[in-house]
């Protein structure tokens, strides 16, 4: 089963938040779905902007759709500083009905692979079908001090002191006390010790966990 239909990414928006990973599965999910439909990767954060895609901030739904008979997938997002860029102009229901598929990175995280969201994180659009919770298989064992961002907050929903080692009920207490996301996908799955995590981490949560590893194509439910 491809990664698409491993984490039910349907006709619509589909939002991406959590860790680390989250713009490589953001692309690896549009290329997966060109020959499905046209589709559009964006923002509702910041994102840096992607060198294999054009980038465009149309600013009528006319032009959108022009756009899209050209090109798909096709990046949206305005200009921000550093190379990056912000939410598209048009809004995310404007999105929905030019495109097939809208996938919307929605969240930062800094790079680390795990993170706790403040009051105004993350930034879900409300036309979101799918929410993906995005950890790294990397945060595992490691101290929620080095792994983490906002790592204070993420200390205070585990009930547990920055330097407390990141095991799977760990994850797990903070991701329950959180409540998002329909699904999670733990990225970086690349030693059986890190397939083992992803598997006792599903274990203690309600939502389906798919593990697997965008750099060599394996994914699977646990």
């Known amino acids: 089963m491809s990664l ?3 984490l039910g990414v349907r006709p619509g928006l589909t ?13 690896a999910l549009a290329e997966a779905l060109k020959e499905r439909g046209s589709v559009i990767v964006c ?4 994102i840096r902007r992607p060198e294999r895609l054009r980038t ?4 009528s739904p006319e032009a959108l759709a022009a756009a899209l008979r050209e090109t798909s997938p096709l990046c949206l997002g305005s200009p921000w500083p550093e190379g990056k860029l912000a939410a598209p102009s048009l809004p995310f229901a404007a999105l929905t009905e030019a495109a097939d598929y809208v996938l919307v990175e929605a969240d930062g995280s800094r790079g680390l692979p795990a993170k706790a969201h403040a009051a105004h994180e993350p930034v879900i659009p409300a036309e979101a079908g799918r929410v993906i919770l995005v950890l790294g298989a990397d945060a ?7 792994r983490c961002h906002r790592p204070e ?11 407390a080692l990141l095991y799977p009920a760990l994850l797990a207490r903070v991701i329950r006390s959180e409540g998002y996301g329909n699904i999670i ?11 083992q995590n992803a598997a006792a981490l599903a274990e203690l949560l309600p939502l389906p966990v798919v593990a697997g590893s965008l750099w060599d194509g394996r994914f699977r439910y646990v």
Not at 19 to 27: D, E, P, Q, R, V
Not at 56 to 59: G, K, Q, R, V, Y
Not at 186 to 191: A, F, G, I, Q
């Open 43 to 46: 923002t509702s954060t910041k």
């Open 185 to 195: 996908y733990v990225n970086k799955c690349e030693s059986e010790r890190d397939w």
């Open 56 to 59: 465009l901030d149309p600013d």
């Open 153 to 163: 907050r993420f200390a205070a929903l585990a009930s547990a002191e920055p330097g």
């Open 4 to 6: 698409v239909d491993l």
């Open 140 to 146: 595992f064992g490691a101290p929620i001090s080095e």
């Open 15 to 27: 939002a991406l938040i959590g860790g680390g990973g989250k713009t490589t599965l953001l692309f």
